[in-house]
C-alpha cells in the first residue's frame, strides 16, 4: 500500500516551514499592533518580558544596519537549502524536519528584512545582568534546527545513515 499524496519526502517539510513562517509573522503582527516599540511588558518578573524592538542587523546587534545585506545572504542560503535538501537531509526524519525548521525561521526573518527593513524581535529573556538578545519564532526555528541537525549529525552512526 503507498502512502498518501501529501505524505511525500517534500511536501512535509514543506508545510513545517510554510507554519514557521505564519507563526512567526502572526506573533509579529500581535507584537506591533499591541505593544510600543521599546515597550516593556513583563510576563515573568525578573526572567521574561515581551518587548517590540526593531533589529536592522544580526544576532547580538552585529552587522547593525546591513538588513538588506543580511536578507540577500537569507536568499542565498535558503536557495542552497533547497537545491541541497535531499543531500543535507541524507533521508534521515530529523534532519529533514531541522532543515525545515532553519527554512521557515529564514523564510519569516526574511519577509521582515523586506516587508519592514527590520526584523521584529519580542520575546526577552534576563536574570539578573545576564541578558539573552531579544529574538523572535522565526530566531528560535533556525536556533533548534540547528542544534537538532548538529546532534543528529554526531549521534547518528555511519551504518544507521547507509540504513536510513
Not at 499592533?33 to 515573568?44: A, H, P
Amino acid at each position: 500500500m503507498s502512502a498518501p499524496a501529501l505524505y511525500t519526502p517534500y511536501k512535509i517539510p514543506a508545510w513545517i516551514a510554510l507554519s514557521i513562517a505564519v507563526l512567526d509573522q502572526l506573533t509579529k503582527v500581535l507584537v506591533i499592533q499591541f505593544i510600543e516599540v521599546e515597550q516593556n511588558v513583563v510576563i515573568i518578573p525578573g526572567f521574561f518580558h515581551l518587548v517590540h524592538f526593531r533589529n536592522t542587523g544580526a544576532a547580538w546587534g552585529m552587522f547593525r544596519g546591513q538588513s538588506l545585506l543580511l536578507g540577500i545572504l537569507s536568499l542565498i542560503i535558503l536557495a542552497m537549502l533547497f537545491a541541497q535538501f535531499r543531500n543535507l537531509s541524507d533521508r534521515v526524519p530529523e534532519r529533514a524536519m531541522a532543515l525545515s525548521l532553519i527554512a521557515g525561521g529564514i523564510v519569516g526573518n526574511l519577509i521582515d528584512r523586506f516587508g519592514r527593513g527590520e526584523v521584529v524581535d519580542f520575546l526577552h529573556f534576563f536574570y539578573n545582568r545576564f541578558q539573552w538578545p531579544a529574538f523572535n519564532i522565526a530566531d528560535s526555528a533556525i536556533t533548534c534546527g540547528v542544534v537538532v541537525y548538529i546532534a543528529s549529525t554526531l549521534l547518528r552512526s555511519n551504518h544507521e545513515r547507509s540504513n536510513a
